[in-house]
């Protein structure tokens, strides 16, 4: 089940984090996080915040979290996106995160089908994202969810330096629900 997330979530959600950034420490995985720089509990709780956090959840536990809202990051500005569309027919999906215990489940999926059903329930046409270039695992992920990688922008992503931030979008069309 995806759900808005609430105060009791927010343990799970950073333990989530911290899951991944240690994978990322270890060598096992590449997401071009930083601990202590981003993502952070500070993300989460400002994500709760404005209410755009979302946790997936099974049996009682939180397997992942994903930030969804119409805040396009300042690079945004500069893409060459495929489509011109008002900010407020766009949706944006931010620091989706599935446990490592929960890696293969197809949870990442469900998460971004979930994105796009909420978007469309909401008035959007466009679906944007963006990621780190080195994490080639969401890349190949989002492409296969049909996201189309339109811009790379060499940015300083969330107190990150040295990023290239992949920008992908998906166009929903006009869309009346």
Known sequence: MIRKAVS?????????YNEII????????TVGWIRGVYPTRATAEDALRREDLFVIEKDGAILGSAIINQLQVDVYAKAKWRH?????KVWVLHTLTISPKASGLGLGKQFVDFYESYALDHGCCALRMDTNERNLVARKMYKKLDFEEIDMVPTVFNGIPDVNLVLLEKYLGDTER
């Open 22 to 29: 240690q994978l990322q420490e270890d060598g096992a995985i």
């Open 8 to 16: 009791s979530d927010l343990d799970a959600v950073v333990t989530i």
């Open 84 to 88: 011109e569309v008002d900010a407020e």
